[in-house]
């Protein structure tokens, strides 16, 4: 099996995984999140976000925007109307063009005069009426199907809503910081996945040694109870100035009073459902924890990617928040299970604990979060084991999993003794008194296990992977309400005949990457 030059075998069958390896990261190791994160925020500071007509002629728009600066990157896509995201090669692009704009001109209304990067195309023989002004094929879909994994331009448009958010919070703490976490930048979000934001405040914290004698400058603040406090009224303002003020978000809705209050809305120009935090510094290091398991070994994603996938399938993690196993919990539980091979594919938390140096430790909110990004520090043992191989083993693995005495937790082995009586528990990798599945209801998990049983045993007896995608399939879905809509399995079908289309091969399943 060659993982890395995009093939594995599953079965008698052949699947191909992509893993598109840039060859700087081939040569150089892969990159730390943190670069990573500073090289997407860099573009996204340097973009503009443009509402276009759809028969935008792409080379007059470019030429167009070349009198600004220089344009280093430009695609346009479909989400409730057109648009380009363009990336100029400096800011002084992008504060030229923004210099030109002018605030529309409406006669029966009136307009919130605010300034932002979120611009519209207007008139002046952008139009075509002639037949090469036909949508351009670089127009496309963001969110084509929710089987993909991010592309690179559905990565781009997510730092660059945080960067457009940003200017808006920026105006109250101009040291602020918006940053994407969850599965947007931990490499395993799949296109149409929620938008995780983290409103970073520390910028404004600037804590400074007090000198020992003579005067000295201190701001002059409000003082309220609490940390969550202080959250929530950030939290609520900010809210209110994006439902006033914010071009292109709505069904702003506060949540403040959940453990961790945020606010959650709809940004329109590009689609993402987001939610928006401000004191959640441990899920920020959760989300580079996942990061770097997702690196470690190049089978982590493709396993997590098809568990996600056959879930949904079976209607066992849901869009809809219940006592559904989520896509948190169940990447958990798939890297919990790779940390148990023998020899093991992953390492465990406390592993990479020991290895962190002493600038490494990190202690947030009084959770100790310390572990090495350092992929040279970790050595791996060999395990040849493949993708098929460890599929199945994954579902057998859960179908006799002692779910009412032990715990899921990544930290070390021998400490799995389940601490409360919830059904599923799932110990948070730093907030270690968290159950991240407290909402899992033993139904769910009772059909969970059913349907490992299920698979497990097609596996075994020889069955394709495509087989463990339709619900109809196993035996468990019988019975249970018929939808509405198109039969999952009709969805299937379609979904594997697009993928087999669009990749002109003759295959089963095909996992992007
Ligand atoms: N998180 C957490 N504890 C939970 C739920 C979430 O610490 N009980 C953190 C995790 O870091 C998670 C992030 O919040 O990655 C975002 O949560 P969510 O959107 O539910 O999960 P994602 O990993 O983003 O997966 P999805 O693709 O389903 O959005
Ligand atoms: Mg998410």
């Given at each position: 099996m060659n993982i890395m030059s995009g093939q594995c075998v599953f079965g008698q069958k052949k699947h191909l995984f992509f893993l598109p390896l840039s060859e700087k990261k081939k040569k150089n190791g892969p990159k730390s999140l943190r670069d990573l994160r500073a090289e997407r925020q860099a573009q996204a500071e340097r973009s503009v976000l443009v509402s276009c007509h759809?028969?935008?002629h792409e080379n007059k728009f470019l030429k167009y925007l070349s009198r600004h600066g220089n344009v280093n990157k430009c695609f346009f896509y479909e989400s409730f109307g057109t648009y380009a995201v363009v990336e100029f090669s400096n800011q002084d692009g992008v504060q030229s063009l923004l210099e030109s704009a002018a605030m529309p001109s409406v006669s029966h209304e009136s307009v919130v005069p605010l300034r932002s990067r979120l611009l519209s195309l207007r008139n002046v023989n952008t139009v075509d009426t002639d037949k090469q002004s036909a949508p351009s094929a670089n127009h496309r879909e963001l969110c084509p199907s929710t089987t993909h994994s991010l592309t690179d331009e559905n990565t781009r448009l997510r730092f660059l809503v945080c960067s457009l958010l940003n200017d808006i919070a920026a105006a109250y703490f101009p040291q602020s910081s918006i940053k994407p976490f969850g599965s947007s930048v931990n490499g395993f979000g799949k296109l149409g996945c929620d938008l995780d934001m983290i409103l970073d405040l520390d910028g404004t914290i600037c804590v400074r040694p007090q000198p020992r004698s003579g005067m000295y400058m201190e701001y002059l603040v409000k003082r309220t109870s609490s940390e969550r406090a202080v959250t929530q009224s950030v939290l609520s303002v900010i809210a209110g100035c994006l439902d006033q003020f914010?071009?292109?978000?709505?069904?702003v809705q506060k949540i403040l009073n959940a453990r961790c209050p945020l606010v959650r809305f709809a940004h329109q120009p590009s689609g993402f459902q987001c939610d928006l935090t401000a004191s959640n510094r441990v899920a920020m290091r959760s989300t580079e924890l996942l990061y770097l398991f997702g690196e470690l070994d190049a089978r982590v994603r493709p396993l997590v990617f098809t568990v996600r996938c056959w879930a949904r399938a079976h209607g066992v993690t849901s869009p809809i928040p219940g006592a559904w196993i989520t896509n948190f919990s169940l990447t958990i539980m798939v890297l919990f299970f790779l940390q148990r091979?023998?020899?093991?594919i992953l390492p465990t938390l406390d592993r990479l604990k020991e290895l962190a140096e002493p600038s490494e430790k990190c202690v947030l909110d009084g959770n100790d979060c310390t572990f090495t990004s350092d992929f040279h520090r970790i050595s791996l043992e060999t395990n040849t084991e493949t993708l098929d191989q460890l599929l199945g083993d994954f579902f057998e693995f859960y179908s006799t999993f002692i779910f009412n005495r032990m715990s899921i937790n990544l930290?070390?082995?021998?400490?799995?003794?389940?601490?409360?009586?919830?059904p599923l528990y799932i110990q948070n990798?730093?907030?270690?008194?968290?159950?991240?599945?407290?909402?899992?209801?033993s139904s769910q998990l009772e059909r969970f296990v059913t349907l490992c049983q299920e698979s497990a045993w097609l596996l075994q007896s020889g069955s394709h992977l495509n087989t463990l995608l339709l619900p109809s399939h196993i035996s468990v879905v019988r019975g249970r309400k018929k939808r509405k809509s198109q039969p999952a399995s009709e969805r299937i079908k379609g979904l594997l005949e697009s993928l087999r289309i669009k990749n002109n091969v003759s295959f089963g399943f095909t996992v992007f990457f």
């Open positions: 759809p028969k935008t914010g071009p292109g978000c709505v069904g091979r023998n020899p093991p930290g070390r082995y021998g400490k799995e003794h389940k601490p409360e009586l919830h990798p730093f907030e270690t008194s968290l159950n991240i599945s407290k909402n899992v209801n």
